[in-house]
């Protein structure tokens, strides 16, 4: 083999972005089967909690182009312990507004859609019970929260510590329920042969969904269904488990013996693949003079549904970013009528840190001290709870860096000073935070030499890349691995027959599917040198390999990525309007492995904790139950026009602990702490303090 130049961290273009901007990159409804496809529609409850008194599909089966209406009273039984709200059409009972009750087959979409309207249902319905409060009698805490973290963490004196401090802060903080609007529609075509179920879905990852068909259809094994999703247009937590949509098409696929296909409509993601769910945060801090903490609690109260237990881990980043002796975090949870809440972008960590963030932001304004100077000031030499070092950290550099970059020093402390016409102009701070996390991973590459040119390496790992440039990081860190150029390197992901991997999820993709593969690839070379004089034997080598889970430090280390937000807000004084012209994020997250991609989803992940800021908010109504803004026109992610200019960097950060590739997951930390920048910027401006998200315009007045 001879030496080639490194590709891990140059700005390489994405490997398979030609073939996305021609269309040409079958998504999950465009793969063609060979055979007329058959398109589902969806019958949805109209009522938020109740019971199915009667359902008619008569006149819909009569309709020419219909092939079948599966009801509860027609459609597959499912077996297995299927959780949440997987057992589609399994019961008459009610348990969220937009629950799938009946479904339609036919020959067109337009058929299907039209055949809903002639299905006709009726319900008891009782009064839906949706407020979250933190006076709910009914509160409970569950026994573990997401990622198994412990539910509370109680360490010294907290109360005393509060009693006894100079300055205190005791502040509540809501974010709304969101939702997770990846572009890509939520599709499954699915197609039976036999006993043998083929899936082409939009997914992060498919071994959740294999698992779940298998119980559900009470197959023999996951060998016998085949997941198939080379590209899928973004998912933020979306796609990540199993959802009604996959149960479905298989059922109706297994109905009408054809394949099928079932495409969410946007007003469809609102209540069947999960929402972010909205939260109510008293944080407390306790400081001296100087600024140092001397306590800090954090209780958290948020929502589940009344058939899954989703509890997220809000206050987690609580338990790592300053120093204090004395610590609370709480997370309780409230039993509503409402759909499963699931993970969206960095779950927890994201309106947790927007809590935290504002909080360290008022208590920096109480003492008189700026606020990069205070976070600095509570920089822990270790992890504060777990009281273990930290694998790398590097958040004082990175608030420096923000600094220098954004032109922070010279700030005026005090709020409401500066003016540019009719605009109030302030400045905000933020930290972010995500933890480091890899797990286990499967790999196998396969070399052959070939007669005219330089050996072909197969890479194959059932990972995904749901838009996030994987494709192309996984072909440089297999190329650097294997000593070869990309070219040389067939990288084959995004199917369950592929080795096993798990899903993009918990910013654990490369580092996860990258360690495997270099591992792999190392016992490649390994036997090409030992067995073959370091060539390539002409009937090839195979080698299977992989990462078995945790990094082997990561319970004497504390791993997490960390990052600083600056920003420049500007408001309307005569109508409210919120700008954000300027913003600075500098992160430090490890080994970063493609420049131009790393770019876009720092980038991405900022865009979309200001979008939560200034506009995310989905509103459920209180008396029917559902979300009354369930489409992109009323519940608004920010656009092009809505984001001004963001200078992103990143430090170099060397970390032998994390995994083979020293990468700390890029995925979700630019999110974490970008609201609170925005909200403590606003507060800089205007000297309002909106502890309640999104800034909307009225908030102002
Ligand atoms: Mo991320 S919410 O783990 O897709």
Redesign the pocket.
Known sequence: MTTVDRVVGAGIDRIDGPAKVRGTAPYAYEHDPGEPIAHVALVQSTVNRGRITQLDPTRAEAMAGVLAVLTPANAPRLSGDLASDLPVLQSLDVHYQGQVVAVVVAETSEVAKAAVGEVSVEYAAEPPDVRLAVDRPDLYAPEKIMAGYETDSVIGDVDGALAAAAVTVDATYETPTQHNNPIEMHTSMARWDGDQLTMWDAN?GPHNIVNDLVAGFALDGGHQVRIISPYVGG???SK?FTHPNQMVAAMAARVVGRTVVLELTRQQMFSLVGHRTPTIQRVRLGADPEGRLSAISHEVVEHTSRVNEFAEQTATPTRVLYAAPNRRTTHRLARLDVPPPT?????GETPGMFALESAMDELAHELGIDPVELRIRNEPTEDPERHIPWSSRSLVQCLRTGAERFGWAGRDLRPGVRTDGRWLVGTGVAAATYPARRRKADCRISVAGTPAGPARYVVEIDGSDIGTGAWTALTQIAADALGVGMGDVELRIGDSRLPFAGG????TGLASWGSAIVLTARELRRRLEDEYGGQVPPDGVTVDGGVPGPSPHAQERSMHSFGAHFVEVRVDADTGEVRVPRATSVYAAGTIVNAKTARSQFLGGFCMGLSMALHEESVQDEVHGHYANHDLAEYHVATNADIGEIDIAWLDEDDPYVNELGLKGI??IGITGAAAAVANGYWHATCKRIRDLPITPDKYF
């Open positions: 992060q998912a933020f937590g990540a993970i969206m972008r960095a779950p993009a999820g918990g910013s995925g979700e």
